[in-house]
């Protein structure tokens, strides 16, 4: 199947947008670690919708109603999280690179 310009576009902008979207996930997790025992404290969580044709995601920070009793379970989800979103933001960058390289193997094979 050749590649068309399109596509490899499309490779980089999604993997560009799931690094912004694993940045996003990766600050909000450490936000919540950060201020856990700060009163008052609301948790933030990242929602993620895909972008229709162009293969990429967005994202959105929502705050959660403040509540004290499940802060210990949360603190756990958080600092899994953190850990997902590093692999999420290297497996991006992976992507990035790949198309990088393809298309440097492009220019030189047409030079």
Not at 1 to 21: D, E, K, N, Q, Y
Not at 57 to 70: F, I, L
Not at 77 to 98: I, P
């Amino acid at each position: 199947m050749p590649i068309s310009p399109a596509s490899s576009v499309s490779a980089t902008a999604t993997g560009l947008s799931g690094l912004r979207a694993a940045q996003q996930r990766m600050d909000t997790h450490a936000h919540n670690i950060a201020n856990v025992a700060t009163s008052g404290f609301q948790r933030q969580t990242v929602v993620q919708t895909e972008q229709p044709g162009t293969g990429g995601v967005n994202t959105a920070v929502r705050r959660e109603p403040a509540s004290g009793s499940e802060s210990g379970s949360q603190l756990a989800e958080d600092l899994v999280g953190q850990r997902m979103s590093l692999y999420s933001f290297a497996a991006n960058l992976k992507t990035v690179r790949t198309q990088d390289d393809m298309l440097g193997a492009l220019l030189d094979t047409k030079a």
